[in-house]
């Protein structure tokens, strides 16, 4: 199976690279890097998945339980650079939600959680349209989009638990969803932020187990700053600048708790061995 949306396209080595990998690894899921198109540009950019792509080779596949603690935090939830076996969402009943937005979190989660064997390609094989004004992405400062993003996270955690899947991953579902809010959460205008940040302390979080956990269980101190700040009364989104300065710093700077996650499930040796001994 294959999902492609409407403004996006395939490179036309896509389909066959994807399924002979399936064919070869077999795997239930194939995920490869992907362009990125600038729809006011006209331009395309190669852009990485995640950093630990570098260390996958060509032959590479993997088991969810080698990676329980960042199965949820290397890949992107978007479904378009992934092809998924047919027979393996079948027989777990993995259906896309009905929402307007963040309408694949869960679909690509649950796959992710369940799958026996998954492989990766480094090849970009899609194209990613960016800078258009009316794509779902561009409506994120509404209220309802966060409020899908909540319906998505609280059902990928149910199926964990339904699955016994939920201690296994429990750390990587925290620190991803607790991120996923936080990106909605920066993107809302103030008077639908105001709404959300008490529907987020007075629910929301302890629903979705993101309260409770001492700093060092965050991959980044400021998420684990900022959740505490959203119980106490006293967040703060900062301006544009500094929110764009704040996330690319989050991404490629070595901060205390960044350091921490890098070091460790990036370029963890043992991870680049795992790799390496099973193409």
């Not at 950019?45 to 792509?53: D, E, S, T």
């Not at 993107?187 to 629910?203: A, P, Q, V």
């Not at 959740?227 to 700077?253: A, G, W």
Request: positive net charge; charged residues 25%; proline residues 3%.
């Amino acid at each position: 199976l294959a999902f492609l949306d409407s403004d996006d396209f395939f490179d036309t080595r896509f389909l066959e690279e994807m399924f002979s990998r399936a064919i070869r690894s077999e795997s239930d899921i194939v995920i490869c890097n992907y362009f990125e198109f600038d729809n006011t540009k006209r331009k395309v950019y190669a852009r990485k998945v995640n950093p630990l792509f570098w260390t996958l080779s060509e032959k590479s596949f993997f088991s969810p339980a080698d990676i329980p603690e960042t199965i949820f935090n290397i890949f992107s939830f978007s479904p378009w650079n992934k092809i998924f076996s047919r027979k393996f969402v079948q027989d777990n009943q993995i259906r896309f939600q009905s929402l307007s937005s963040c309408n694949d979190l869960f679909f690509t989660s649950a796959a992710l959680a369940m799958a026996k064997r998954i492989s990766v390609t480094d090849k970009n094989l899609v194209y990613w349209r960016i800078n258009r004004p009316d794509s779902i992405t561009s409506l994120k400062k509404t209220s309802l989009s966060i409020t899908n993003a909540y319906k998505a996270w609280k059902k990928v955690k149910s199926i964990l638990e339904e699955k016994f899947l939920y201690d296994q991953f429990r750390k990587s579902f925290v620190n991803a969803s607790a991120e996923s809010f936080l990106y909605e959460l920066n993107c809302l205008t103030l008077i639908n932020r105001i709404k959300i940040l008490e529907l987020l302390k007075s629910e929301w979080l302890e629903n979705l187990d993101l309260t409770g956990h001492p700093e060092e269980y965050y991959y980044f101190n400021g998420h684990y700053k900022a959740i505490q700040n959203i119980l106490n009364d006293t967040f703060h989104v900062p301006n544009p600048f500094k929110l764009m300065k704040y996330h690319f710093l989050s991404i490629f700077t070595f901060g205390k708790r960044q350091k921490y996650y890098y070091d460790k499930y990036l370029y963890q040796k043992t991870i680049s061995d795992y790799f390496a001994n099973n193409k």
